[in-house]
């Protein structure tokens, strides 16, 4: 949807969407719209459960075993933090998918045993950082002077590797084992409020990093103790443009 600001410049949208599977829009002197399919596209009068419905099968499949990743990606301003956490008032695709991803595992309790773990890390900068890293351990590492001793505490080195059933993991993250719903939305929020954000010329509070949060899940068959591994991660991409068009500079 608009912006109110964007709405107070008499700015109008630049794209259409002719029906629910494609965008157009028109470029410079061309006479017919471009014309992109998807295989959904949801306009400013769909509502956050109405994109949420459209992808919630995705966690049942995290939970079945399966790698699920979902994430958005778009220049500064066009709404890709909005879409993945939303608000208190219209939550996101996360909140909405912790939500259910409980409930199913609350439906199934009588035939398997699920556990969850949860790391959520941040690229800023080429630095990939560890938003659960709790304070103490955050304000030890980094509270001394430029010039402290080799044997002071450092943060934890993050590496990316593979596990030998081929899923990515981070070496080093803080892996955080929760029980409920609340739990791991409170742990997300804590995480949310130190991730690195500014103003640029295009958005206000703009996100200027990528923000990735996955969910391991692990399940039991209390029948034939048959073991299912899956992962269920929402990435919330920065702005996809280029630098000199959003006005940002330094950090």
Not at 177 to 196: C, D, K, N, P, W
Request: hydrophobic fraction near 35%.
């Amino acid at each position: 949807p608009m912006l109110e600001f964007e709405a107070a410049k008499n700015q109008a949208p630049a794209v259409s969407m002719p029906n629910e599977l494609t965008v157009s829009h028109f470029w410079r002197d061309e006479k017919k719209p471009r014309e992109y399919d998807f295989d959904a596209v949801f306009g400013p009068q769909h509502t956050q459960e109405d994109v949420f419905e459209d992808t919630k099968h995705l966690v049942r499949s995290a939970l079945d075993g399966y790698n699920v990743c979902v994430f958005a990606y778009g220049q500064t301003g066009s709404g890709k933090t909005f879409t993945v956490y939303g608000n208190e008032a219209s939550p996101g695709l996360t909140p909405r998918g912790v939500r259910e991803m409980f409930a199913l595992i609350d439906r199934d309790a009588g035939k398997t045993s699920y556990s969850v773990r949860v790391q959520m890390l941040e690229l800023y900068q080429d630095t990939l950082m560890d938003l659960l890293l709790p304070d103490h351990m955050r304000r030890n590492a980094t509270g001394g002077s430029a010039g402290r001793s080799s044997n002071e505490p450092q943060l934890p080195r993050l590496e990316i590797k593979k596990d030998p059933k081929g899923l990515v993991t981070v070496v080093g993250a803080t892996d955080l084992m929760v029980t409920s719903e609340r739990q791991l939305l409170t742990a997300i929020e804590q995480g949310l409020a130190r991730r690195h954000t500014s103003s640029t010329a295009m958005n206000r509070e703009s996100s200027r990093s990528h923000l990735i949060i996955s969910c391991m899940i692990e399940g039991v068959n209390m029948q034939s103790q048959a073991v299912t591994r899956g992962k269920l991660s929402f990435v919330d991409l920065a702005g996809s443009e280029r630098v000199k068009k959003s006005g940002s500079t330094g950090e």
